[in-house]
């Protein structure tokens, strides 16, 4: 199975700050990775696909890079509706994996 | 809109089973390729199983043999049969449209979720 390894597992960050989200691969996964917000007691939202792809509805401000085994999400400047859980999900091979999380809280 | 809606959740006894049901509004279901995903009290997500427009499926070790995946094309409504429950399957489980390109299964519609607790 692919492990994805993301860090920090925790951060906290003020409105207007650059966040950046590392996602690490056990194994490489060429460009087939994803990025979802998680807001608490609520469903998932597909954020990025194939590890650049802004889903259609999606701010600006969300990009996602990399390709291999090293991805990365970063928010240009952190709004308040931001403050959420964000995971990555691997699309390589089955089982599909996610990362473990990326709880981002106001400073 | 479109839209997922779960329902079937509930309390089960260990060893117990449960069918979730997953309704689809404003798209087909068998048009398109269709994931179920759960998530532990306080935990991450973890993917449990996908449907292919073809019927083929694939399953999370952890549920193989367990669950089952199915749609009803009349009804709309992708299912989730889950038989021989454990406590380490009490969580919410999402349901989801997937993508069908090669390594493109990202899911970008999901549902709000039903909740499931194994428990004596």
């Known amino acids: 199975d692919i492990q994805l390894t993301q860090s920090p597992s925790f951060l906290s960050a003020s409105v207007g700050d650059r966040v950046t989200i590392t996602c690490r691969a056990s194994?490489?996964?060429?460009?087939?990775l994803g990025w979802y917000q998680q807001k608490p007691g609520k469903a998932p939202k597909l954020l990025i696909y194939?590890?650049?792809t802004v889903q259609s509805g999606v701010p600006s401000r969300f990009s996602g890079s990399g390709s291999g085994t090293e991805f990365t999400l970063t928010i240009s400047s952190l709004q308040p509706e931001d403050f959420a859980t964000y995971y990555c999900?691997?699309?390589?091979?089955?089982?599909?994996?996610f990362g473990g999380g990326t709880k981002v809280e106001i400073k | 809109e479109v839209q997922l809606v779960e329902s079937g959740g509930g309390l089960v006894q260990p060893g117990g089973s449960l069918r979730l049901s997953c309704a689809a509004s404003?798209?087909?279901?068998?048009?398109?390729?269709m994931s179920w995903a759960r998530q532990a009290p306080g935990k991450g997500l973890e993917w449990v199983s996908v449907?292919?427009?073809?019927?083929?499926?694939y399953y999370a070790d952890s549920v193989k043999g367990r669950f089952t995946i199915s749609r009803d094309n009349s009804k709309n409504t992708l299912y989730l049969q889950m038989n021989s429950l454990r406590a380490e399957d009490t969580a919410v489980y999402y349901c989801?449209?997937?993508?069908?390109?090669?390594?493109?299964?990202?899911?970008?519609?999901w549902g709000k979720g039903t909740t499931v607790t194994v428990s004596s």
């Open positions: 194994q490489g996964i060429s460009s087939f």
């Open positions: 404003e798209f087909i279901v068998s048009s398109n390729y």
């Open positions: 194939a590890a650049s």
């Open positions: 999900q691997q699309f390589n091979s089955y089982p599909l994996t």
């Open positions: 449907i292919y427009t073809s019927g083929s499926a």
């Open positions: 989801a449209r997937t993508g069908s390109g090669y390594g493109e299964r990202y899911m970008d519609v």
